[in-house]
């Protein structure tokens, strides 16, 4: 009998994976799912449709991830003033469904620096160097937190004209680098 149910954890467990790889080949994906969740999720804030969640909703389906109960705010704004509310709560939308790095376990600071380069909204990228402050306290964490800082008040100050939008381009890049290396 114990054969039997060792069995089936086994194939259940082969089952799962087999899933996973499917789902990640079915959209052209790679096989780690942290970068695959990332991928879909981008793709869908930068072009959000029907199509772009549809890959999230099966992807989420295939990870046994719970998306949000909320549906996505689908669509463009109507005008360039509507257009940052909209993507806040795109953005909002999207950081409810995690970065995978934030459940590896142990927690490593570097998964945390991970996840939190793969957030899009100010309030859950500073409620993740929360975190990191109470595990990873030190030079790293606060020089991470000071840039982002910069980075937002950066932002909030540009004009919306291309150079602007340029430097701050390039900005977010060099912070970015910062934080992976």
């Known amino acids: 009998m114990a054969w039997i149910v060792t069995?089936?954890?086994?194939?259940?467990?082969?089952?799962?994976?087999?899933?996973?790889?499917?789902?990640?080949?079915?959209?052209?994906l790679?096989?780690?799912?942290?970068l695959a969740l990332a991928i879909l999720k981008e793709n869908l804030l930068e072009n959000p449709?029907?199509?772009?969640?549809q890959k999230l909703k099966d992807f989420a389906a295939s990870q046994g991830l719970e998306l949000p109960g909320e549906e996505y705010p689908l669509g463009k704004a109507p005008s360039i003033e509507?257009?940052?509310?909209v993507f806040l709560r795109q953005a909002a939308?999207?950081?409810?469904?995690?970065?995978?790095?934030?459940?590896?376990?142990?927690?490593?600071e570097k998964a945390l620096v991970s996840g939190i380069l793969r957030l899009y909204s100010d309030?859950?990228?500073?409620?993740?160097?929360?975190?990191?402050?109470?595990?990873f306290p030190g030079e790293r964490q606060r020089k991470l937190e000071q840039g982002y800082r910069a980075l937002c008040e950066l932002r909030d100050s540009s004009k919306a004209d291309y150079d602007s939008l340029e430097r701050l381009r390039i900005e977010k890049e060099k912070w970015e680098r910062e934080a992976s290396g």
């Open 82 to 85: 509507q257009d940052s509310d």
């Open 30 to 34: 790679p096989e780690e799912p942290a």
């Open 49 to 53: 449709s029907e199509g772009h969640l």
């Open 123 to 135: 309030e859950a990228i500073f409620k993740a160097f929360e975190e990191m402050r109470e595990k």
């Open 7 to 28: 069995f089936l954890a086994i194939a259940l467990v082969v089952a799962a994976a087999g899933a996973r790889r499917r789902a990640s080949k079915r959209y052209g």
């Open 93 to 108: 939308w999207l950081d409810s469904l995690a970065p995978l790095e934030f459940s590896e376990e142990p927690k490593t």
